[in-house]
C-alpha cells in the first residue's frame, strides 16, 4: 500500500466526458486517461475506495446535440450509451494501470458490464476495485452530476470529487470576469442562492439533503485527485 493518510475513506469522482478529449473536445485522449488513471491508481494503492461517474459529452450530449432535432429521451437515451463508451475506455486503462475495475450501469447491456445493484457496487469497492458506473441513472431528464450524487449517496461515499476545467468555484465565471474570486468553502444554500453553476440545482439539493461535501477542483493536474483524497485544499469545498 502507498504511504500517505487519506481523509477519505470512499469517494466519488465525477469526470466530464470533454475531460477525456482533451483539446481536441471529442473522442479520446489516452495519453490524459493514463494520466487520470495512474491517480486513482494510486489512489487505490493508498486504501482508498474509488467510485467514478463519466459524462458522455466528448461524444454526445442529449440536450445539446438533439435539441430540436431528436425527442427529448431518445437524445437522452443517446447520451447515456456515450457515458458507457467512456466507462468501458477507463475500464481499459485502469486494467492497464494493474487496477481492478468493474463497469456497472443503470441501463441493462449484455456483454458490457453488470447492472447496477447497491450491493455489488459495495462488494466491488469494499474489495478494492475501482468501479465505473455508467448510464446516468437510467432515465431521460437527469444529468450525470445528478448521477453521480445518487450513486455517491447510495454507496455511502465520503465526499464527491467534481473535476472539472476550473481550478473551484467562482463569483462569476472567471473566464468572462477578471474580477471573479474563488471561494475555499461554500454552503449549499449559498451555491443556489448565488446561481453558480457548478452542478445543476437537482444534483446540489440530492448532495445537500445527504450531506455530501463535494470538492470541486481542476482536472488539468490529475495530482490534485491525489491531493484531494488527502485532505489537501485543492479548490472549493461545498458543504
Known amino acids: 500500500m502507498e504511504d500517505g493518510v487519506c481523509a477519505y475513506r470512499r469517494v466519488l469522482l465525477k469526470l466530464s466526458g470533454e475531460a477525456l478529449a482533451g483539446d481536441s473536445g471529442t473522442g479520446l485522449d489516452f495519453r490524459i486517461m493514463a494520466e487520470v488513471c495512474g491517480a486513482v491508481a494510486r489512489c487505490a494503492a493508498m486504501g482508498v475506495q474509488v467510485g467514478i461517474v463519466v459524462g458522455g459529452g466528448n461524444f454526445w450530449r442529449g440536450v445539446k446535440n438533439g435539441e430540436g432535432r431528436m425527442e427529448r429521451t431518445r437524445a437522452d437515451y443517446m447520451g447515456m450509451l456515450a457515458t458507457i463508451m467512456n466507462c468501458l475506455a477507463l475500464q481499459d486503462v485502469l486494467i492497464q494501470q494493474g487496477v481492478e475495475a468493474k463497469v456497472l450501469t443503470a441501463m441493462g447491456i449484455e456483454h458490457v458490464g453488470e447492472p447496477f445493484s447497491v450491493e455489488k457496487a459495495d462488494e466491488y469497492l469494499s474489495a478494492g476495485k475501482v468501479v465505473v458506473f455508467g448510464g446516468g441513472v437510467g432515465s431521460p431528464?437527469?444529468?450525470?452530476?445528478?448521477?453521480?450524487?445518487?450513486?455517491?449517496?447510495?454507496?455511502?461515499?465520503?465526499?464527491?470529487?467534481?473535476?472539472?476545467?476550473?481550478?473551484?468555484?467562482?463569483?462569476?465565471?472567471?473566464?468572462?470576469?477578471?474580477?471573479?474570486?474563488?471561494?475555499?468553502?461554500?454552503?449549499?444554500?449559498?451555491?443556489?442562492?448565488?446561481?453558480?453553476?457548478?452542478?445543476?440545482?437537482?444534483?446540489?439539493?440530492?448532495?445537500?439533503?445527504?450531506?455530501?461535501?463535494?470538492?470541486?477542483?481542476?482536472?488539468?493536474?490529475?495530482?490534485?485527485?491525489?491531493?484531494?483524497?488527502?485532505?489537501?485544499?485543492?479548490?472549493?469545498?461545498?458543504?
Open 141 to 239: 431528464f437527469f444529468t450525470t452530476d445528478t448521477g453521480a450524487v445518487l450513486r455517491a449517496a447510495l454507496i455511502g461515499a465520503d465526499a464527491i470529487l467534481l473535476a472539472k476545467n476550473v481550478d473551484g468555484v467562482y463569483t462569476a465565471d472567471p473566464k468572462k470576469d477578471p474580477n471573479a474570486v474563488r471561494f475555499d468553502e461554500l454552503t449549499y444554500d449559498e451555491m443556489l442562492e448565488r446561481r453558480l453553476a457548478v452542478m445543476d440545482s437537482t444534483a446540489t439539493c440530492l448532495a445537500m439533503d445527504n450531506h455530501i461535501p463535494v470538492l470541486v477542483f481542476a482536472l488539468r493536474d490529475p495530482e490534485n485527485i491525489l491531493r484531494a483524497v488527502r485532505g489537501e485544499n485543492v479548490g472549493t469545498l461545498v458543504k
